[in-house]
């Protein structure tokens, strides 16, 4: 298999392209060998990326003594909690096809041979397997690894273990924090650098792309500060040789992404997903990324595996155990173990390191009798806290692993922590084309709900009638036109969950949005409903008052109207002032072109291809 870019090493007319590729420090020698792309998304913005020029440097290096070309370039990264609550988290979302698009733009232009994604948060992640997928050349994914919990000791002298970023959330809407107590939470709720401690919608897709087979044994769960995570960096630029080196010298097509990534890798990961009670984000990005693997994985596949997956994982904020005590309990690997003997993945997959499932969980499954000392030795790594902002600053570990499988981190499929799955699809008059709901994070004793709407048309609306006292107990907030083309940018909704919990009626209200919630919200929280209002969606249609019911055994959600009043409402929407947000927002250029191509979160808020085709003029 010729390299990609084997025409600019050796063709006369790209000498110019050679003296180029020199000036930028590449040794002539070196001409011939896989010029590596290695996409970082370094940013002094986000503490989940602060670290990451140092591992570029690592997994460069790396890359080069392993016989590779290494070329690092970056990305942008937005940080959802910084953006979050304002007008900045309708760039969020939007980042991700920004993302994904630098990539592709980087490393098509360069005719690079393979692909290093460096990233950690949000959008990145997502943006980067997007692009990954669509270049479908050797890659593998790495992240810079989650941040250490905190320990927040208040004016009393009362210590408060494993807080993170929610809790600072929670206290600000709690009139019951004093203004001490609440500086207290903010400077010690983060103390390392990594992304958000808990399985937020960060730590969710660096497990997920673990799982689809994407990356090393530990991605999702070595922590940020641990010395491990380095070793972690310099055995992917390792690999990436070694799998561009399989693709293009013996013509090995089972080291490509889109080999790895079929649909059955898509059915593992997300059931992995469903049993660890990982953020409702991730069902928007896996669908997204099924559509530039050009895998048939769809809204329908998520609901079904939902129906037969339990809980076996209930990490923060749904539980009470962090990603670092996951990672004791044997990892992402530990969890596809425990749903390996219960017979619920696909055998037939393989990963960017292993050349089938069975044997990667034999070296790396903790419970397993041939599990390798490597690999024992790896999920002993353990918190050190240190309170700094840079990676790898001790090399902690516990006494031991914790193989309890009863009352542990990981449960075995007999002794799930909740027999339902951890994410649900729901259904009915109000979302008929589905919305999401994390059931891992809600009271059992609100899974069926019954009352009235509250009606607001934004994320400032709603945070309004929470800290003001106009929700009240029993109601159901309708937060809509923030979809991804309403918003646009379907904003990140972790203030209006954190708020009613610090206001005491986490338990006692619904909400309900064509929007999105953090990976750290909890409660009866119900995201993602398509169509979207702006969409012409149902959501479009309800009115303050109106019996809004939630069932998530039968995973319904409807509006208690006939089809008559819901097409009467209709007609007037439609004659009066059409579909559209009542609100005063400013919305930017950048912004309206991609509202102009969004699609609703049951396709994954990905731009529409048909549209684009038409318009474009272009097959």
Not at 90 to 116: F, G, K, T
Not at 518 to 538: M, R, T
């Amino acid at each position: 298999m010729e390299m990609r870019s084997e025409k600019l090493m050796t063709n006369r007319e790209f000498a110019g392209a050679r003296a180029l590729y020199r000036a930028a420090g590449v040794d002539g020698k070196d001409f011939g060998k896989p010029i590596v792309a290695i996409a970082n998304s370094f940013s002094e913005f986000v503490p989940g990326h602060v670290h990451l020029n140092k591992v570029g440097r690592l997994v460069s290096q790396a890359v080069k003594e392993a016989g590779g070309i290494p070329r690092e370039f970056n990305t942008i990264a937005v940080d959802d909690g910084i953006a979050m609550g304002h007008t900045g988290m309708l760039y969020s979302l939007p980042s991700r096809d920004i993302i994904a698009d630098a990539v592709e733009y980087s490393v098509n232009a360069h005719c690079a041979d393979a692909l290093i994604c460096i990233s950690n948060c949000d959008k990145i992640t997502p943006g980067m397997l997007l692009a990954a997928l669509r270049l479908n050349i050797p890659t593998i994914f790495v992240s810079g690894g989650p941040m250490e919990a905190g320990k927040t000791t208040l004016a009393d002298g009362t210590v408060k273990e494993s807080t993170d970023l929610i809790d600072v959330m929670y206290a600000t809407a709690d009139d019951s924090i004093s203004d001490d107590d609440l500086l207290a939470y903010e400077q010690s709720v983060c103390p390392t650098c990594g992304s958000c401690a808990g399985m937020f919608t960060a730590n969710s897709m660096n497990c997920l792309t673990e799982a689809l087979g994407l990356a090393l044994p530990g991605n999702g769960t070595i922590l940020a500060s641990h010395a491990y995570r380095k070793q972690l960096f310099e055995k992917a630029g390792r690999q990436i040789v070694t799998l561009a080196n399989r693709y293009y010298q013996d013509n090995d097509q089972s080291a490509l992404p889109r080999s790895i990534a079929t649909k059955a890798a898509f059915e593992n990961a997300m059931t992995m997903d469903v049993a660890m009670g990982g953020s409702s984000n991730t069902v928007l990005h896996i669908l997204a990324a099924a559509q530039s693997a050009d895998v048939d994985f769809t809204l329908d596949d998520i609901e079904r595996i939902s129906h037969t997956v339990p809980c076996i994982c209930k990490a923060s904020p749904s539980g009470p155990w962090e990603i670092s005590d996951v990672h004791r309990a044997g990892g992402i690997c530990g969890i596809l173990g425990e749903l390996d003997r219960a017979g619920k993945l696909h055998r037939d997959t393989h990963s960017v390191d292993y050349p089938d499932l069975e044997s990667k969980l034999n070296d790396w499954d903790i419970m397993r009798p041939r599990c390798k000392p490597e690999a024992k030795q790896l999920y002993r790594a353990a918190p050190g806290h240190i309170k700094s902002p840079e990676p790898w600053t001790h090399e902690t570990l516990y006494d031991e692993l914790d193989t309890d499988r009863v009352s542990g981190a990981i449960h075995d499929i007999d002794h799930p922590s909740v027999t339902e799955g951890g994410l649900a699809i729901l259904r009915g008059n109000l979302a008929p084309d589905g919305c999401v709901v994390k059931t891992a994070g809600v009271p059992r004793e609100i899974w069926e709900f019954r009352g009235p709407a509250l009606v607001v048309e934004s994320q400032e609306e709603a945070v309004e009638v929470i800290l003001n006292d106009t929700l009240k107990p029993g109601q159901a907030l309708i937060i809509r036109y923030e979809g991804p083309k309403g918003g646009p940018g379907m904003q990140e909704m972790l203030y209006p969950t954190s708020f009613v919990k610090g206001k005491g009626i986490g338990k006692e209200v619904a909400l309900i949005t064509d929007g999105r919630y953090s990976g750290g919200s909890s409660g009866l929280s119900i995201g993602h409903v398509a169509p979207e209002a702006a969409s012409k969606g149902p959501i479009a249609l309800v009115k303050s008052g109106d019996i809004i019911k939630i069932d998530i055994p039968n995973r319904r959600i409807d509006v208690e109207l006939t089809e008559d009043e819901m097409e009467q409402r209709r007609a007037e929407i439609e004659s009066g002032f059409g579909y559209k947000a009542h609100r005063n927002r400013k919305v930017s250029l950048a912004l309206k072109a991609y509202a102009a191509f969004a699609r609703s979160a049951d396709k994954g808020a990905t731009r529409d291809p048909e549209l684009i085709n038409k318009l474009s003029g272009l097959e």
